[in-house]
Structure formats: structure tokens, C-alpha cells
């Protein structure tokens, strides 16, 4: 079996990994970059009228024959590992007669995310892959395994062929809601796998405050508990564990959990996967309607879901009478302000920031500030800490580990047995 990842070797996200064989060609992953050329954040407004040629020539799409719409089909498959953009965000250049396979979680998940990021109701259709369900494609055996990330339904990848095993991490941690699948890998790992391509999000970065989804609970508990006032909850809608703590610590409070139609739309969506995602309808949740988000699903989804999610449409009216009893997912900063200023009186009020701390900026504490409201963060990530790592990487054991979807890869032969750091687009066969 042959390797070349083409994107994730120095860097997290914009990840894409091709194995060959004699035979066979696929692809696993293949995401947008989160950094430019320049390490800087990378502006998807750059994609923007450019040919694929175009951005083959300036390095954004890597040059894979075969691959593209206008080219002669050589890729037999993608496979997609989950929702996050970092990991299929380039899908819409690929060939249209390549299979794309992925979870119904993810597939839900991308295109919701069609909709209301690029206002387009066109949905992909995938083949879906299911947990420790093998298939084929081509010379490839193909198992996917269910992981613990902060993306729901995210999938590794045990890939066999001529003899030969690798596995494919994904993103996943150890210390989400789903911690029993990580808890299950290291009791009962796979055994004589060839190749690790193992990801290292989280090395380089701090120790974190909170260690797990129940400690994230629990402090919003306490938070709404002492606050007199509303409290604002900042997380992404796509993060169904971190919903979830916030229903949860909602219900042990006797709050409300206000979320908003999109919130509600992919809650909705999200059941056919697992019935316990908390609904629009269930007790202690009630929806938000914003004009922005109910003209996007009127016009590429239907009026008549507008008129369901309408039983458990909260007022303004209401907030303000019962705003210390409110827990209000705010998840947008052009919508935040707005709402803001609708609030009576917002001195005292609670910011519970829960996603990672690179994306609150300085503009926005400083907003916060002259509102009289509080920011705390309370997050978890949704990689696996370095220990995670080390026990990951041990109970494998792998003949060769290999970094992706990291900035520190270096660090990878003082750290893990067998650790062979490769440069994009270099080819690894074993």
C-alpha cells in the first residue's frame, strides 16, 4: 500500500490522504485549510471565482489527477471521516461520478451547513458508512469506527489491502460524552497495524481548565445557580455534546434553554441518527426566531417547518420577564448585538464562552464589557490531550506513526514509538 498526504503533515486542518494500490485509488478526507501560506487564518473568499487550475497553481487544491469536475475520473472513492469544514470543505470540486462515503450524522450535518453558510440547497449524496460495518471499494476493506469528538458522528478508519493495515485516527479525544468508544479502543485495541496516521491537535497547547463534557456542565449549573440575570451561552449548534451539557444543566436548574430555529433545524435533523438529542419540543427548550435564519429555511427548506418549531417559540416579552431563569444559546456575532439591545438591562449578565479561545477577540470583550456582561470560558476541546494520545499510540502499536492534522509533529519521535514524520506530498509505502 502506498501513501501520500497531501495536506496535514505540518499543519490542523485542510487534511487529505491518498492510499494506492496496484488497482485502487482513494481519498480520505479532504478538508479546507484552516491557515494560509503565511500561517495566517485562511479567507475562503479567496476560492472565489478561481478555476481549479487556479488553485491547484497557487497550492489550495492539491494537485491529485483525477480528482476534479473536467478531469477523467481516477479517484474510486472519498471517504470522509466528519462534519467539520477542515475535513471535506473542498468536496464541490470533486468529479461528480466519485463515490463520497460518510456517516448520516455527517451528511446531515453538511448540508444543513449548505444552507445556511452557502445559501444553497443542493445536498450531497453519500454512500453511509456505519460503525464497524466493513466495505469495499475496490481493493480496499474499508471498517469505520465510531469516535469521541466534538463533531458529531465522526468516524476513524481501518483500511486493509495486500496484506497491509493502517488506520486512520480522524479527530477524535477521550473525554467527551462518547468517552466509552476511546475507553474501548485502548482495552481491546486493533492489532498489527502497519500505519498510524494519528492526529495531535492538542500538543502545543496548554493544560485545560476543564477536563471533561460533566465538568462543563456542572460549572454552567453553578453559573446559572448564583447569576441574577440572563445568561448567555456561546457554543456552536454542530457541537451536540456541548448542546447537550447546556440542556442538561438547564433541566438540573429548572432554566430555560433558548436556542434558535438553525439550532433547532439540526437538532431536528439529527434524530434520525439518535432519538436522545434534546428537541425543539422537549421540556425547558424553547426557539428563537430570527428573521435572518427563518428566511433561509423558508426559502431552501419549507414554511412548514417554521410553522412546527412555532409551539415552542419564546417572545422577547418572555425573556425579559424571566431572563434569570434563561439560559440563551448566542451563536452569532452580527445577531448578538441585536439582541443585546433588546435585553432589559443587561448589567450582570453571564457570557458562558464555550468554544476555543482563539476565535473571541478583543472587539468583542470589549462589546461585552460596556454591556455590563461577564465573559467566562468554559470549554473542553474536542482532541485528545497528550496522555490520550500516549495510551492511543501504545495500546496500537503501530510499525510506523505517522502525524497529521498537527502543528507540532516534530515532537513525535521524542513522544511515540515508531513515529515517522512525512512532508506533504511525499510518498510512504510499506
Known amino acids: 500500500m502506498k501513501l501520500i498526504i497531501h495536506r496535514g503533515t505540518q499543519e490542523i486542518g485542510g487534511s487529505c490522504v491518498e492510499l494506492v494500490t496496484v488497482n ?101 449524496g453519500a454512500s453511509i458508512i456505519e460503525n464497524r460495518k466493513p466495505f469495499f471499494v475496490k481493493d480496499f476493506t474499508i471498517t469505520p469506527y465510531l469516535v469521541d469528538h466534538s463533531a458529531f458522528d465522526a468516524y476513524a478508519f481501518l483500511v486493509e489491502a495486500g496484506g497491509k493495515r493502517l488506520f486512520y485516527s480522524g479527530d477524535f479525544r477521550g473525554h467527551g460524552r462518547k468517552s466509552a468508544l476511546f475507553k474501548d479502543m485502548i482495552n481491546n485495541p486493533l492489532k498489527d497495524i502497519d500505519c498510524l496516521l494519528m492526529e495531535g491537535s492538542m500538543l502545543g497547547r496548554g493544560n485545560q481548565l476543564y477536563k471533561n463534557e460533566g465538568e462543563i456542565e456542572n460549572r454552567i449549573v453553578e453559573i446559572l445557580n448564583k447569576n441574577n440575570n440572563i445568561t448567555f451561552f456561546w457554543a456552536s449548534s454542530q457541537n451536540i455534546d456541548r448542546i447537550v451539557s447546556a440542556y442538561r444543566a438547564a433541566i438540573r436548574t429548572g432554566s430555560i434553554f433558548v436556542i434558535d430555529v438553525y439550532t433547532a433545524y439540526i437538532l431536528d435533523k439529527l434524530k434520525i441518527v439518535s432519538e436522545r438529542i434534546p428537541q425543539f419540543d422537549w421540556n425547558n427548550i424553547r426557539v428563537k426566531y430570527y428573521k435572518s435564519h427563518a428566511s433561509i429555511i423558508a426559502e431552501n427548506v419549507s414554511k412548514e417547518v417554521l410553522y412546527r418549531y412555532k409551539k415552542s417559540k419564546i417572545e422577547l416579552s418572555e425573556i425579559n420577564e424571566k431572563k434569570d431563569k434563561i439560559l440563551m444559546l448566542a451563536r452569532d456575532n452580527r445577531l448578538f448585538p441585536i439582541m443585546v439591545d433588546k435585553i432589559d438591562n443587561t448589567s450582570g449578565a453571564k457570557f458562558i464562552y464555550s468554544m476555543w479561545e482563539g476565535y473571541l477577540t478583543d472587539r468583542f470583550k470589549d462589546y461585552c464589557d460596556g454591556q455590563g456582561i461577564d465573559i467566562e470560558q468554559v470549554h473542553t476541546s474536542g482532541h485528545a490531550i497528550v496522555d490520550d494520545l500516549k495510551a492511543f499510540a501504545k495500546a496500537i502499536t503501530p510499525k510506523s506513526l505517522i502525524p497529521i492534522h498537527t502543528f507540532e509533529g516534530n515532537q513525535y519521535p521524542r513522544m511515540f514509538e515508531n513515529a515517522r514524520i512525512l512532508k506533504d506530498g511525499e510518498l510512504f509505502e510499506f
Open 24 to 124: 485502487s485509488r482513494i481519498l480520505i478526507d479532504f478538508g479546507m485549510p484552516l491557515v494560509d501560506n503565511k500561517g495566517e487564518r485562511f479567507d475562503s473568499n479567496t476560492l472565489k471565482d478561481k478555476t481549479v487550475q487556479e488553485l491547484k497553481e497557487s497550492g489550495i487544491l492539491p494537485d491529485i489527477k483525477g480528482l476534479y469536475r473536467g478531469e477523467e475520473k481516477a479517484i474510486d472513492a472519498i471517504l470522509i471521516s466528519h462534519s467539520h469544514m477542515d475535513h471535506y470543505g473542498f468536496l464541490t470540486y470533486v468529479h461528480e461520478d466519485i463515490p463520497i462515503y460518510m456517516s448520516q450524522g455527517a451528511q446531515e450535518l453538511i448540508n444543513i451547513t449548505n444552507i445556511f453558510v452557502w445559501r444553497s440547497n443542493v445536498n450531497i
